[in-house]
């Protein structure tokens, strides 16, 4: 029962169909992301790898030295090790330093030294009778470590 007026109504027409580009600009700002992920991924990988690398020479620096050598034979060793490490990156000059001066060659480089914690690397090595505990050692082998690290060796 429709009336006439009601058939005589047009129909209304459907909205074109919505494009998929452009996309919102919130779509583009997700691919601009993952493409700088996708480029910055691998960078950080790398440098992280080559952080790793240069952390384990550092210690590897001071744990070839063996634990069984006398407190004294220990010290040369330490010293050695690190002075050979300096005069590889061209730091010829620090390898000439001994005594106090070459405690304050390692202090002046990085912050907040322990020139106490560093003191057996300049006067005990010159004595004849070095005692050294086990746990001077190892902190003496974890100041020198902080050190390393710092330095980027």
């Not at 550092?58 to 634990?67: G, K, N, S, T, Y």
């Not at 330093?97 to 390692?106: D, P, R, T």
């Not at 002046?108 to 070095?130: F, I, K, T």
Request: proline share 8%; hydrophobic share 45%; net charge positive.
């Amino acid at each position: 029962m429709s009336s006439p007026l009601e058939g005589s109504l047009l129909l209304p027409t459907l909205p074109p169909p919505i494009s998929w580009w452009p996309p919102a600009p919130g779509w583009l700002a997700l691919a601009a992301l993952l493409v700088v992920l996708l480029i910055l991924a691998p960078l950080v990988i790398l440098l992280n790898r080559r952080r790793q690398r240069r952390r384990l020479k550092a210690q590897r620096i001071l744990w070839e030295i063996p634990d069984g050598l006398s407190d004294h034979d220990w010290l040369a060793a330490l010293n050695t090790q690190i002075k050979r490490h300096l005069k590889s990156r061209g730091e010829i000059s620090a390898t000439r330093l001994y005594g106090a001066s070459w405690v304050e060659y390692l202090c002046q480089h990085y912050p907040r030294p322990r020139a106490d914690l560093l003191a057996p690397l300049g006067g005990s090595l010159y004595q004849a009778d070095v005692q050294l505990s086990s746990a001077d050692r190892r902190i003496l082998q974890r100041e020198l470590l902080r050190w390393i690290r710092h330095n980027h060796v």
